[in-house]
């Protein structure tokens, strides 16, 4: 069992930007594909972003591309999801996810989950 811990959510204005952490605390978990997923009320859980375990390669979804970046610190378990020109569509809850098949993009093949962090974008 992986625990993920995401961190930095908040309330920010249109236009605004937000970095949310997650990291694996007490477990190695350096070789596995990270990534990031939303879901906001009363919608399914979306992908947004995915790293691969060396960080040389990443995706994300059409809505967030040129907006979002996503990085990882191998040495703390760690990726990060820096989210530029925030919209108001962009209010979820994030979610941090982990496991070989993340890269598939695909909500119900991820293995571990994190609990969310809320991002809220005014307008």
């Known amino acids: 069992q992986v625990q993920l811990v995401e961190s930095g959510g908040g309330l920010v204005q249109a236009g605004g930007s937000l970095r949310l952490s997650c990291e694996a605390p007490?477990?190695?978990?350096?070789?596995?594909?990270m990534g990031w997923f939303r879901q906001a009320p009363g919608k399914e859980r979306e992908f947004v972003a995915v790293?691969?375990?060396?960080?040389?390669?990443?995706r994300f979804a059409d809505s967030v591309k040129g907006r979002f970046t996503i990085s990882r610190n191998g040495a703390k378990n760690a990726v990060y999801l820096q989210m530029n020109s925030l919209k108001p569509e962009d209010t979820a809850v994030y979610y941090c996810?982990?496991?070989?098949?993340?890269?598939?993009?695909?909500?119900?093949?991820?293995?571990?989950w994190g609990r969310g962090t809320q991002v809220t974008v005014s307008s």
């Open positions: 790293i691969n375990w060396s960080g040389g390669n990443t």
């Open positions: 996810a982990a496991g070989p098949t993340v890269w598939d993009a695909e909500p119900e093949r991820v293995l571990y």
């Open positions: 007490g477990r190695t978990s350096s070789r596995y594909t």
